[in-house]
C-alpha cells in the first residue's frame, strides 16, 4: 500500500470516527426508518426471492440493521471475518452465533455461501465519498471480498449518517471500487455510474 495514501486514509479514519461517534440515536432511527423505505425499492430493483440479503452484525458507532431479518422473514446473512480467509456471509437462520476471529457474532458454523447466493449486501462505513469509496476500518476485507467479480457484481451499500458523506474524494487505493450508493438519515442514494 502507497504509504502516503494510507497515512491519509488514517487522517480520515480519525476526523470521521469522532464525527460518527457524535450521532444521536435519533439520528440512527432515522437511517433505520429510510432502511426499511430503501428496502422496497431495493427488493423490487436487484432481489431475487431465494437469494439472501447480507447485513452485518453493529459495531460500536454503526447502525443497528439486524431488524431486516424480521421484515417478511427475509433470508439473511451475516459476515465471518478471518484475518487469514477474509469474509463469508453465511446464512443466519438461528440465534446461536459464535465469534469470528475478530470478536464478531456470527453464524460461523453455517456454511458460506457464494455470491451467487446473495442479492444485496449492505455494509458498514466510516465515511463513504459522493463516488461511492469507502472508507472502512483498514483491513481491506471488503476490498479482498469485492476484488472477485462476482462480489463487485452485487449492489452493495453503505449504511451511514449523513455528515459521514465526504463532499471531497477520500484517498483511495488502486484497488478500491466504488460501492453502488448509501443509505442515510436522508434516504437512499444510489450512484447509477457503478452499474
Known sequence: MN????????IKRKEFNLIRFSNTSLIHEQIRSNIKSALKILLKKYHIESKYIGIY???KGEVDIRFIKEINNQKIALPSSSKTEGINYHKWSKDQLKLDSNGIP???EEEALKPTDISILFVPA?????????LGYGGGYFDR?????LWTSIPSFAIISN????KKPLPRDKWD????GWISEKGLNEIESTK
Open 3 to 10: 504509504e502516503d495514501i494510507k497515512s491519509k486514509k488514517e
Open 57 to 59: 452484525w453493529p459495531l
Open 106 to 108: 456470527a453464524p460461523i
Open 126 to 134: 466510516i465515511a463513504i465519498d459522493q463516488e461511492g469509496y469507502r
Open 145 to 149: 471480498l469485492r476484488s472477485n467479480s
Open 163 to 166: 455528515n459521514c458523506i465526504s
Open 177 to 180: 471500487l466504488p460501492f453502488s
